[in-house]
């Protein structure tokens, strides 16, 4: 990233953030659980990224900055959400989520049952095993965008781990 | 062949076991993503095939199109050319800035001046009254008037004390020679 003097150029852009954006789509419908909305994030995180292209040189690592920004901007989204409609927990959010049919119809039963033991994980590890296990991260950017530290980053992604191994050996004993 | 494949499967059973730790470096999990996803799965290795075919799935998904990159970028352009007109709108507020500033300093210094040309030029007595000539002439001459019709009038008043000073002299007259 050294090559960034001091000015982020549209092909730079093109170059290094656009390609991140399937991972902070990821990411952000990881929180808010509805595509448009995460959509709309990513776009508003691109569009900043750009604008703030000159302090871009300090960051070693644009992937997880953006990540950063894209989880800050994910939980406001969901705080000013909460806040127009009083009363939704967590819980309900989570249940109103309906993956696109689509997507659910591409995976395999035992594929569904994994997305749906990742999705029903505590928050820490749900979204450490996802920043490490589909999006390749390494320990270090996970602790930076998810502000845990180390440690909590490894301990998450062991339980994480242990609890999807008992999950698809229990399906392996029992049958599908 | 037989025994390159044995030793592919009893390194993915090592990295495999290193996952499950959470010791294996990123590298590492990528070459298991890869195995399970292309090659020949043994049986005692099935149950974790879906696993990684999943997250290999997940994180290759496009989501995003062609024509999201596009919105972006159109977006990215746009707002360049709307910072631009906002760098020139600055500009024009920092000339207006400057340029105000100016006009105030100019017109202080000119009032200040005026004041100054006006008191040492012209007579102390003459500040405020009436400029054109003719028409001090005739504020003057209908002053005048006013004040000699006043000065008539009270010259009558006097007339008729006068008759009061015949009066007295007559009497004073009959006085000194009834004395006699």
Not at chain 1, 146 to 171: G, P
Not at chain 2, 86 to 108: C, D, Q, S
Request: hydrophobic share 40%; with cysteine; glycine share 4%.
């Amino acid at each position: 990233m050294s090559r960034l003097a001091d000015t982020m150029t549209l092909e730079d852009f093109k170059e290094l953030v656009l390609p991140v954006k399937n991972k902070l789509f990821r990411f952000a419908l990881s929180f808010l659980k509805n595509e448009e909305e995460a959509k709309d994030v990513v776009q508003e995180v691109l569009i900043k990224i750009w604008h703030k292209g000159k302090e871009i040189s300090f960051y070693n690592n644009i992937e997880a900055w953006c990540m950063t920004m894209v989880k800050n901007q994910s939980l406001d989204k969901l705080k000013s959400k909460h806040f127009n409609l009083p009363g939704v927990d967590d819980h309900k959010e989570i249940a109103t989520y309906a993956p696109d049919p689509h997507h659910y119809s591409e995976l395999s039963d035992t594929m569904k049952l994994i997305e749906n033991t990742i999705e029903t994980l505590p928050e820490k590890q749900k979204y450490v095993i996802r920043l490490r296990d589909i999006e390749g991260f390494s320990y270090q950017e996970i602790s930076e965008i998810l502000e845990l530290d180390l440690n909590q980053v490894k301990v998450n992604l062991f339980r994480a781990r242990k609890k999807i191994k008992h999950e698809l050996l229990n399906a392996e004993a029992y049958g599908t | 062949m037989e025994l390159r494949k044995m030793a592919k499967i009893k390194r993915i059973e090592i990295l495999l076991d290193k996952y499950w730790k959470g010791e294996s470096s990123i590298d590492q999990e990528k070459e298991l993503r890869a195995f399970f996803s292309t090659e020949e799965v043994p049986d005692h290795l099935a149950s974790f095939a879906p696993l990684f075919q999943y997250f290999d799935k997940q994180g290759s998904k496009d989501f995003l199109d062609k024509d999201f990159e596009e919105g972006v970028l159109n977006t990215l352009t746009d707002s360049e050319g709307k910072m631009d007109s906002g760098e020139r709108f600055n500009l024009f507020r920092n000339v207006a800035k400057i340029a105000a500033a100016f006009i105030v300093i100019v017109v202080t210094v000119y009032f200040f001046n005026r004041d100054r040309f006006e008191t040492s030029s012209n007579d102390l007595v003459l500040k405020g009254s009436i400029e054109n000539p003719e028409m001090a002439y005739d504020e003057v001459k209908k002053a005048l008037v006013l004040i000699s019709s006043k000065i008539n009038k009270g010259k009558d008043q006097v007339k008729e004390l006068s008759k009061m000073n015949k009066a007295a002299a007559l009497f004073n007259k009959q006085n000194k020679e009834n004395n006699k």
